[in-house]
Structures are given as C-alpha cells and as structure tokens.
C-alpha cells in the first residue's frame, strides 16, 4: 500500500467506527474527545520519585498492577519491523533488573510484560504489599491499579435506525460524508487492514467478511486471535463472539450487504481487510489483556488501524488516566497505526482510558439530528499535557 495523503484520510475515515448509531444491532456506540483536564502523564526523570496510583494505595487483595518504566526516548525506524525491534530491545534491557526485583517480592507475582509500552503487568497482594516498595525499585517510572476494562453497553436509540433521504445509506453514513469520501478518494477501505479488539467476531454473519491469509485454516490466520488473561495467543482458537459487541463493532467499520439485498450500507468503509482480536470475553476486562491483544495486531497483523471500543470508565476520583496507555499508542501512532477509541456511554466528563490519550482517534455518538447524544462522554482537550516521554 503506497502511504499517500489519500489513502491515510481513508484510513481515518474508517476509523470513525462508532459515530454510526445504527450498525448491525441498531444501537448507539459512545466515544468523544477526550480530556486530561491537567492530570500530569510526562515521565518523571531520574531525580523524581516514581508516582502512585492513590486508588492503589487505599486497595486491599488482591489486585493487578501496571508497573511503567522508562520509555525509549530515540527516534524509530520508519520501517514498522526496524522500530518494532528497537522497543522490543529497549524493554528486554531496561525489564530485567526490575522484573527480578519483582519475583524476589512476597505476594507479588509477574503476570505479563510489554514492549509497545515500557510496562510490567504484576499482580500483588495490595493488603500485604507496600507500594512504596514497588515504585522504589529502579527505572520505575510510576505504580498504577489496572482497570477492569468493558465495553459500553449500547444505550437503546429513542429514533429509529432511518435511512437517509436518498434512502442508500444510513444516517450514520451520511453524518460522516461516507459516500462523499469513496468517491472522492475512489476507495471504500481496499488494502487497508483494521483490527477490531473486543469481544469476539461472529464469521457467519451474511454481511461481514474477516480477512484471512489461509481460507483453508479455520483459525483464520492473520486475521483472528484470542488473547488469554496471561497476555499469550490462545492456540488453536477460531473466530467466535463471547457477547455481540464485536461483531457489532466489526460491522460498523466493514458490513457490506449482500449484492441481492436491497437494504442500505452501513458499513464505514465495507472493502477493508477486517482482523479482529478478541481481548473482552463476555464483555469485561477480568480475564483479558488489551495491550498485549495492541501489541499482537501492529507485530503479527501488521494493522494500519486499531480499534478498541472499551474503556476503563471513571473511578472514585473521576476519569481513569493510565500511564500505560500513552507511550503505547504514541509508538504505534509512530509506525503509522491509527488507534481509534470509544470514551464511552457515561455522560460528559467521564472519558475512560484509553480513549483519554490525546494520541487516539476518540469517537462520541450522534443521534438521527447529528446531535450529540446525552449519553456520549466527552470533554475537553488538552493537548499540551501529552508529550512524548
């Protein structure tokens, strides 16, 4: 795929996957500009002690941990294999002495390690553990609670699913010139890879197509995995949807109806190559891995756009922001990979993680009037409080 002006606007085209309320169950998917409302994400330096997460201080149990560290400060290869390599070394080297000093700790136990993102997933005995501990350690650069991620249930639409007044597409479509774009750029998604993270794909679906390179292979190589609560690929898993979300969120990017069909088209951009990565069993985060499902897709997928319709919703002290999120999504953005993010369906002000990095494409919900529905997060964006670590 030659990497043209043209082309990237219909990458980002495709990326705007949730703002069509109608998709294959008709419902609403949230997502919004997000907001960091001057929370302080930039890396502390060597002279700064490492932060903690105070909801993590004042837990008890069991509980998970993302132990962040330094991130990799060059500048990547423009080639995806080249850069890929420079973040995989830079966390073998900088992981070693931490993750040692983490199995030699009581009640804490080393669950799964990152190199999108500098990070350590550990799970630690909050009421037998000091947390100090943990941030004392090295090239710790913060401590933080991992969020049990979900995806938003679609809020029930008060309209009905209406066509639009020409009566061939959705008013989804429409409200995001759809139509428009694929003849202007003479596309509608060909040879553009988008892996949807979330609950599952549903291949018999008569309007939706997951990519493949072995039609023969009934675990659809290349485009399909499962990722097990450990942060490894499941073995031998087929395509399969543990909730309905996924395949929803699938068909919102890429349903295309059939040819004897005369209902309109709802797909964002129907020609993609659709990968999916299931990360939410059942719709919650409790056995799953997202970052591991990011690193699979940009490694072994070579994806160009990475959905994830989940989130971490708010906690006690409001939004979750995640530390683990940002570099992440910045290295990805960097190997020219669109992370596209739904805030969620919680209200104005409650953006959840990751939709809340400055660096996703974060999507809010609109209703049949191209409103803004009441139900859409969203907040203000502050873009200077994300610079790269």
Known sequence: MTDTREQWTAILLTALMVLSLVAIAGTGLAGSAAATDGIDTQAVDDDTPATIDPELEEATGTEQVYVVLDQYEGDLSTDRDRAIAQLQEHAETSQASVTDSLDMMAHVEVINDYWITNAVRAEVDASEVDT?????????????????YEVPEPEPSVESALE???????????????????ADFNTQGEDVKVAVLDTGFDVDHQDLDL???DAD????????????????????????????????VGGTVGAAAPADDDTPAYGVAPNVDLQHGLVL?????????????????????DSDVVSMSFGAGCGLTGPVYEDAWIPAIQNANDMDVVAVTSSGNSGEGCVG????TYDSFSIGASNEAGEITDFSSGNTIAADNWDNP
Do not use: C, K
């Open 164 to 182: 639009s007044d020409e009566d061939d597409y959705t008013y989804g479509l429409d409200q995001v010139n759809a139509s428009e774009t694929w």
């Open 211 to 213: 990519y493949t390179e």
């Open 217 to 248: 292979d009934p675990t659809y190589p290349g485009g399909w995995v499962e990722i097990g609560p450990d942060g490894d690929p499941v073995e031998g898993s087929e395509p399969h949807d543990t909730h309905y979300h996924g395949t929803h």
């Open 281 to 301: 069993p059942d719709g919650s985060g409790a056995d799953s891995d997202t970052i591991a499902g990011f690193e699979y897709v940009v490694e072994e997928m």
């Open 353 to 356: 993680s990751p939709a809340n």
């Open 132 to 148: 100090a501990e943990l941030a004392s350690i090295e090239g710790v650069q913060s401590v933080e609670l991992r969020p049990d």
